[in-house]
């Protein structure tokens, strides 16, 4: 788990995630049509500090406003990222829940998708040291906001899409959870 730090400077997080993007994410191919996004300039990537579960709504709001009101070029999609807030995975599904609700209520449905990364992630069901775990933890908690007309289009040149989840779990288990330890510690440095 990631905790806060005098060092952790909105930059540094920011880099942090880029070096996860770039190392983990794309390097290992677990999001197959990630490598155009994240090598563009229409990844948005927001360093949140606020800490409070109304300021952290505001902002999960004022991110899905941004992205309807701008045009795919320039926001493809967005990460937002909780620099000192959310370590708690449960808390964080609690901000998942209000921000899914915050989707439906506001009509966004089928517009916006949402993704979710926590250095905690634990998929129910499985075990605790279950390397599948892997596929959806990140340095630190992240609402990956996606236009859902954009995921449609990728996904219509990739074959077999359902297979990526399995996929992705079969390259970590390759790797084992050692490696991918390593891999993720050496991020920060």
């Known amino acids: ?64 406003d941004l992205l309807q009101q701008s045009a795919e070029t320039e926001i493809a999609t967005t990460l937002l990222v909780f620099q000192d807030a ?29 993704a979710s990364f926590h250095p905690d992630y634990l998929f129910a069901g499985e075990a605790r040291e279950a390397v599948s775990h892997f596929t959806n933890r990140a340095p630190y908690p992240i609402i990956h906001f996606l236009r859902e007309d954009m995921l449609s289009r990728a996904l219509t040149h990739y074959l077999d899409p359902e297979q990526i ?12 959870r050692d490696r991918i330890q390593q891999m993720l510690q050496a991020l920060a440095r």
């Open 1 to 64: 788990m990631t905790t806060s730090s005098p060092d952790q400077t909105a930059d540094n997080v920011d880099r942090h995630i880029r070096a996860w993007l770039d190392r983990f994410v794309v390097d290992l191919n677990l999001c197959p049509f990630a490598r155009p996004v994240v090598a563009s300039t229409a990844l948005r990537i927001v360093v949140c500090s606020e800490t409070d579960p109304h300021s952290i709504a505001r902002a999960v709001m004022a991110e899905l």
């Open 86 to 114: 959310l370590t708690d995975f449960n808390d964080y599904l609690g901000v998942i829940e209000t921000a899914e609700a915050l989707l439906q209520e506001l009509g966004l449905s089928g517009v916006i998708q949402l």
């Open 165 to 176: 989840p399995l996929r992705n779990i079969q390259t970590l288990e390759s790797l084992g």
